[in-house]
């Protein structure tokens, strides 16, 4: 089995996350995911310091990528159990896909197939 791509090796819950919902029907999540340089934290307005306009292109160029390529990233929630990782309980898994890019415009529709040119003259015909 081969190893995977990203990774992280322990994630916090900011609350429970309810698989049913009261009346027993599947609860349905949402997941997004971004491409970012991990940036330095500015202390002063406690939030990271924003990407460089080089950093930002190169980001939306791998997500260009991704998409172009078709791919989809695979992801899964295990609950850290034990030492072995072989033996963590798998709580979710599911997969997402790349976005077309917000700026990309819609491919232009193809042009109508242009009607037979009519002979120049009477004498053509």
């Known amino acids: 089995m081969s190893s995977p791509h990203l990774s992280r090796a322990e994630i916090k819950l900011r609350e429970d996350i309810k698989a049913a919902a009261p009346n027993q029907a ?6 997004t995911a971004w491409i970012q340089y ?6 002063d307005t406690r939030r990271f310091e924003p ?4 950093q930002k292109a190169k980001c939306d160029e791998l ?9 989809e990233l ?20 599911f997969a997402i896909y790349p ?4 700026d990309q415009a819609p491919a232009p529709a193809p042009a109508p197939a242009a009607a037979p040119a ?4 009477w ?3």
Not at 77 to 93: C, I, Q, Y
């Open 26 to 31: 599947p609860n349905l999540y949402r997941a």
């Open 38 to 43: 991990r940036t330095d934290f500015n202390e």
């Open 51 to 54: 990407m460089t306009a080089e």
């Open 63 to 71: 997500g260009k990528i991704l998409a172009d390529a078709g791919v």
């Open 74 to 93: 695979s992801i899964t929630l295990s609950l850290r159990d034990g030492e072995d990782v072989k033996n963590f309980p798998k709580v979710a898994t």
């Open 99 to 102: 976005n077309k890019p917000r």
């Open 118 to 121: 009519a002979p120049a003259s």
């Open 123 to 125: 004498d053509a015909i």
